[in-house]
């Protein structure tokens, strides 16, 4: 520690000091320069491997700016570093995920290839359900119930829309081109929606389950793709 004397009282006192703590004189010749702070062991290891965390301790006053730099570059370098590894990670898992979903598609394609001729399913449309078990029928609720247990209720039918909502288990089809989803099919692999794009055509087999109306889709399940 640096010694000066006091101006008034000749008293030996610190550079530092704010005055004379004998006379209480302010001092005239005060360092004001903050004193150099030295990287400690615990420091080291800190920025060493926990750099987004203690690199930013060296902004106190008294480290110089070289140990600045070093730490702060440091912080930078490992954090890129580590954004670098978790986005090859991330593509990875995408690159993955995605040749897992085209082998799932080229093995529905193989499933649905079966002539429509060959397929066991109603001949009734959707505007024919709609006008006898739908939002148009202009039957009695009880004389719907009936013709819909006997003519529609767990039968197979192929009807072609538009892809209204498409999740992995299941899709909504606009088939009247109204806007609106007539069609709410489960599919019987709950993974077959996987790659389905909303406002593509599609057209499916499902088993009927539910009678539609003005608000509800028809529901089905057991869905397959014929095609895309």
Not at 129 to 138: E, Q, W
Request: with cysteine; aromatic share 12%; proline share 4%.
């Amino acid at each position: 520690m640096a010694l000066i004397q006091c101006s008034q009282c000749q008293h030996h006192i610190s550079k530092r000091a704010a005055s004379c703590p004998q006379c209480g004189h302010p001092n005239e010749q005060q360092d004001l320069t903050p004193k150099e702070r030295k990287v400690s062991l615990l420091l080291f290891l800190g920025i060493a491997f926990i750099p987004y965390i203690f690199s930013w301790f060296t902004l106190r006053k008294g480290y110089r700016p070289l140990t600045q730099v070093f730490a702060l570059g440091w912080m930078v370098f490992i954090l890129y570093y580590l954004s670098m590894d978790i986005t090859e990670i991330k593509e990875t898992k995408t690159a993955a995920l995605n040749k897992a979903n085209i082998n799932q598609i080229e093995q529905t394609k193989t499933i649905n290839t079966t002539p429509l001729s060959e397929l066991d399913a109603s001949s009734y449309t959707y505007e024919d359900a709609n006008n006898h078990v739908g939002c148009h029928s202009k039957y009695t609720e009880d004389l719907q119930k009936a013709i819909f247990k006997r003519y529609y209720q767990d039968k197979w039918f192929i009807w072609r829309g538009t892809i209204e909502i498409a999740n992995s288990d299941f899709v909504d089809l606009d088939v009247d081109d109204f806007g609106s989803a007539d069609i709410s099919a489960k599919f019987a692999d709950p993974t077959a929606g996987t790659m389905l794009i909303r406002g593509e055509p599609l057209t499916i087999r499902f088993q009927m389950k539910r009678p539609g109306g003005c608000i509800l889709p028809f529901e089905g399940e057991n869905a397959q793709i014929i095609d895309l």
